[in-house]
């Protein structure tokens, strides 16, 4: 099997498995009183002080969910809700047409249930929200505006955007800014007290951690309605009982993944460059959409998501071609998002100005820390003929 | 063979896909999203087409261990089958959606695709005895699909597998259960899946622009009552004529006739709905040109037999039937058969 699917999804590091398993035959409830009580307290505060020193952020600014999911449906509404509360003529909700939809739907569900208005800000042909577009924006609704969200990467096409000069933009109309960095922390050097972010999601299960555990960075001064009610555990912005082994695991994987970053971007990235150059090889008119590979650094760090490969096809369903690659072992995907496990043209390319046949012929490969050589080889030898076989699919219907 | 099982999330393409494996074929199962927006959860017995029924789907390949993908036919679908199903009965005619569903999108446009990626055949699970390119009625009678199937060329014959055609309904069910499929006793699909509701005549009325017109006595001509709109009357159909006067002689009516242009719907007695000659149009054909006696001719998916003489030439069909049909409706196809063989169909334009 050839797995290029990391962005979905990444393997457990070893690290993360190993301190997951141990931790899961422990008791404890770390708001019990008693000595397991303590420890399961003491090994999530020490986690959280972990994670907080791993992305730059204070411990109390870790607010433990279940996920990227809950953490941007927390930041989106949550923040809406305690700007709102303290300035009713703050009813707008910002996102960029590029989000996942965790954010995009959570910002629809506000327009269409607490009278919210969504401001969709657009993006350019790599998928980049400029921070003049932003402040645009700001200007012709000053005052109007309860919260912004752009996300830090882009999960199908890998673009950064430059969080710190959004957060400005952001701030200087008192607008309170979230990004969603589900696919940069551990991939990218994220430190959210200089991102000036107010709130930033990150998700154990693309880092190398588990699934099922991830955090809302919030900043101490950031005020947030809580979303869940129950025993107040994280902040009185969260409330269910700490999950301790997931934590730890999550702590170790965010850990790992940040210190070893720098080696792995550059291993990442050259693999990702060897891929695109020879997958476009054997395909002359195949495209990379985004940002160029040779693109300039983005805040400090690369502009497109080390591992991200993301090519159009011409003459070509992405269904065929996910399925044809199926059969030859090969993981990818077409990186859009599924109902019921229909590719639609992806809302991220059309934004893009991408035509919807060119974004429905499109394959997301995205490399991790199992990457080899011989994954893109794999990919590399089967492309020639899948997309041939593909063509004459779509040709025919 | 490498074959594609088209896969509804029913108990039948489940326990097909199941057959086309264990006969040896290297099966890949796909879900046919035919709905641009698929509803959640479906609406009782009805339809194929909500996402739970593309879950159930799924779950029977993994349980039978297919590849499993879900292909959106849903432009295609709307264009080829929802599109002229409305346009039909516009015309005053009377279509059937699941012949064209099988005529234009399982199998052209899904077979077309399965056979450029390298698939032999589409496998469903339809019941209909298929063997060397003849294409027969099931052996349950009660499920006989091949009514529906008869619409297809032998092309495209050569490219299907009917895995249930010698099998009971009650059959199917008691093996899908044995081979552990959660679909063994999910309930039938029946009516027209792009209308959950089973309100054919509201479905029309979105989509169209209907205007009043008038009920006439097919006799005298005199105005019975009016309708909101031809749309949606099947010759044959007694019932939601909305006459509230009875005939003088007490006995119910039926539509004997639509004309969309003066938007009359002629009504009448039961016998007036006789028809003893069928002209249909764009045959397809797998005897050799001519005429053909003492066959049977379907006029309906279900019940509408007759014997009759059958005269088939490029471009039309006749059928002199050696005894009367009632509801006879234009738009519905006229499948000819040998015994249990099929050996044609023809879209029926008009009745006498
Ligand atoms: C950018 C982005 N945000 C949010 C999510 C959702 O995260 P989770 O799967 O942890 O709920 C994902 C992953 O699917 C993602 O890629």
Same mark, same amino acid.
């Given at each position: ?397 | ?201 509201? =479905? ?28 949606? =009357? ?119």
């Amino acid at each position: 099997m050839t797995y290029l699917d990391h962005a979905a999804t990444t393997p457990m590091l070893p690290v993360a498995v190993a301190r997951y398993t141990e931790a899961l035959g422990r008791v404890g409830n770390p708001s019990s009183l008693h000595t397991a009580g303590r420890r399961a307290r003491k090994e999530v505060e020490e986690a959280r002080e972990t994670i907080a020193e791993a992305v730059g952020a204070l411990p109390t600014e870790v607010v433990l969910a279940t996920g990227g999911t809950e953490a941007d449906n927390l930041a989106l509404k949550g923040v809406f809700w305690a700007r709102r509360a303290a300035d009713p003529r703050r009813t707008g909700v910002v996102v960029s047409a590029v989000e996942h939809h965790a954010v995009l739907d959570a910002a629809e569900w506000l327009a269409e249930h607490e009278g919210a208005t969504m401001h969709v800000l657009a993006v350019d042909a790599a998928g980049r929200v400029d921070p003049e577009e932003l402040r645009a924006l700001l200007a012709a609704h000053a005052g109007e505006i309860a919260v912004v969200s752009v996300m830090w990467a882009n999960n199908e096409v890998g673009t950064v955007n430059d969080i710190r000069a959004l957060a400005d933009v952001a701030h200087s109309f008192d607008v309170p800014l979230h990004t969603d960095a589900v696919q940069a922390v551990g991939s990218l050097p994220v430190d959210f007290a200089a991102s000036g972010a107010d709130a930033l999601s990150l998700t154990g299960h693309k880092l190398g951690g588990p699934v099922g555990v991830g955090a809302l960075l919030l900043r101490r001064d950031a005020s947030c309605v809580p979303l869940l009610h129950g025993g107040g555990q994280e902040r009185d912005v969260r409330s269910g009982t700490l999950d301790v082994a997931g934590t730890v695991a999550l702590a170790a994987a965010v850990r790992a993944a940040v210190d070893d970053a720098p080696r792995r971007t550059v291993e990442l990235a050259a693999l990702r460059d060897d891929l695109v150059a020879r997958l476009v090889g054997e395909v002359p008119d195949a495209t990379l959409n985004g940002v160029p590979l040779d693109a300039a650094p983005v805040g400090g760090g690369p502009a497109r998501l080390p591992g991200n490969a993301h090519l159009s096809f011409p003459g070509c369903e992405g269904d065929s071609l996910l399925m044809l690659l199926d059969a030859h072992e090969i993981e990818c995907s077409t990186g859009s998002a599924c109902t019921a496990g229909v590719a639609r043209p992806s809302h991220v390319l059309l934004a893009m100005g991408v035509d919807e046949a060119a974004a429905r012929g499109s394959l997301r490969f995205s490399l991790g820390h199992s990457s080899t050589a011989a994954d893109v080889d794999a990919a590399v030898a089967a492309i020639g003929p899948v997309v041939e076989r593909a063509r004459g699919a779509l040709a025919r219907s | 063979m490498r074959v594609l099982a088209a896969m509804s999330g029913g108990v039948d393409s489940a326990v097909a896909a199941a057959r086309a494996r264990d006969a040896g074929h290297d099966v890949v199962g796909v879900h046919l999203a035919l709905s641009a927006k698929p509803a959640t959860m479906r609406e009782g017995a009805r339809g194929c087409c909500s996402v739970e029924d593309s879950h159930d789907a799924r779950r029977c390949a993994d349980v039978l261990g297919l590849p499993f993908y879900v292909w959106d036919m849903a432009a295609r679908f709307s264009a080829d089958v929802v599109e002229p199903f409305v346009a039909e009965y516009a015309a005053g005619r009377t279509p059937n959606p699941c012949l064209r569903c099988n005529e234009k999108i399982k199998f052209s446009a899904v077979l077309d695709r399965a056979l450029a990626l390298g698939f032999d055949a589409v496998v469903t699970g339809h019941y209909a005895r298929l063997t060397d390119g003849v294409l027969r009625r099931a052996a349950d009678a009660g499920k006989d699909q091949s009514y529906v199937l008869g619409v297809l060329t032998a092309e495209q014959l050569a490219h299907a597998v009917f895995p249930l055609g010698d099998s009971h309904k009650s059959e199917v069910r008691a093996e899908a259960a044995r081979r552990g499929l959660v679909v063994a006793e999910k309930p039938d699909s029946h009516d027209i899946c792009f209308i959950p509701s089973g309100d054919t005549r509201g =479905f029309l009325d979105e989509r169209l622009e209907q205007a009043p017109g008038e009920l006439v006595d097919a006799a005298s001509g005199a105005v019975l009552g009016r309708h909101t709109g031809v749309a949606g =009357f099947t010759v044959g159909q007694r019932h939601g004529l909305g006459l509230d006067r009875p005939a003088p002689d007490g006995r119910p009516r039926y539509v004997l006739g639509i004309e969309p242009v003066s938007r009359q719907v002629r009504v009448g007695p039961a016998e007036e709905l006789d028809v003893r000659s069928v002209a249909a149009g764009r045959p397809v054909w797998h005897a050799p040109w001519g005429t053909v006696d003492d066959v049977v001719v379907q006029v309906r998916a279900h019940g509408g037999l007759a014997p009759a003489r059958v005269t088939v030439s490029e471009g039309s069909l006749t059928a002199e039937l050696h005894e009367p049909l009632r509801g006879v409706a234009p738009g519905q196809a006229v499948v000819v058969y040998d015994d249990d063989r099929v050996l044609g169909s023809a879209t029926i334009t008009a009745t006498a």
